[in-house]
């Protein structure tokens, strides 16, 4: 039997390689879009997104741990497809705002999953707190580069 915290490392890694969906034409098209002028750290994005996927996949096994409900591990997929989708659904049909809409999606989702978490782990709550810091940031800079490339 493989142990959880194995199999939800690969569950996150597998949903994760859906990133490299994108073609060089995604990603000149993305790298042309102007950028807000208070966006001087776009070189840690990676760092962060490593972190709040660690901790997501950390706060699943709390989670798994105390509770094999296979409905909160189908929450944490769910939140990780929407992360994910992200960034090739955006370049694939070029459009900041379907971007800015996905973002605000798995805001909102990952609210609610964070609200079922903290009934079970305070601690796989807090591990949750990284994406939800950081997921409005995410999706206000998609949402001021859509204002900045106005009909791209």
């Known amino acids: 039997?493989?142990?959880?915290?194995?199999?939800?490392?690969?569950?996150?890694v597998a949903i994760a390689s859906a990133s490299s969906l994108l073609s060089s034409r995604d990603i000149?098209?993305?790298?042309?879009?102007?950028?807000p002028d208070w966006l001087t750290f776009e070189f840690a994005i990676p760092v962060v997104w490593t972190v709040v996927f660690?901790?997501?996949g950390w706060s699943a096994y709390i989670v798994w741990q105390q509770t094999q409900s296979w409905w909160l591990m189908a929450g944490y997929v769910w939140l990780e497809l929407l992360i994910v989708s992200y960034t090739p659904?955006?370049?694939?049909?070029?459009?900041?705002?379907?971007?800015?809409?996905?973002?605000a999606a798995g805001f909102g989702f990952g609210l609610l999953l964070a609200w079922l978490v903290a009934q079970?782990?305070?601690?796989?709550?807090?591990?949750?707190l990284p994406y939800l810091l950081w997921?409005?940031?995410?999706?206000?800079?998609?949402?001021?580069?859509?204002?900045?490339?106005?009909?791209?």
Do not use: E, H, Y
Not at 28 to 35: D, E, H
Not at 122 to 128: C, E, G, P, Q, S
């Open 89 to 103: 659904v955006m370049c694939k049909m070029q459009s900041l705002r379907v971007g800015t809409a996905i973002g």
């Open 54 to 56: 660690i901790c997501g």
């Open 1 to 12: 039997m493989i142990p959880a915290w194995l199999g939800i490392a690969l569950v996150g």
């Open 28 to 35: 000149k098209w993305f790298k042309r879009q102007r950028r």
């Open 135 to 152: 997921s409005p940031v995410g999706t206000l800079i998609t949402w001021q580069m859509a204002q900045l490339n106005p009909g791209r």
């Open 120 to 128: 079970v782990d305070m601690v796989a709550f807090l591990l949750l």
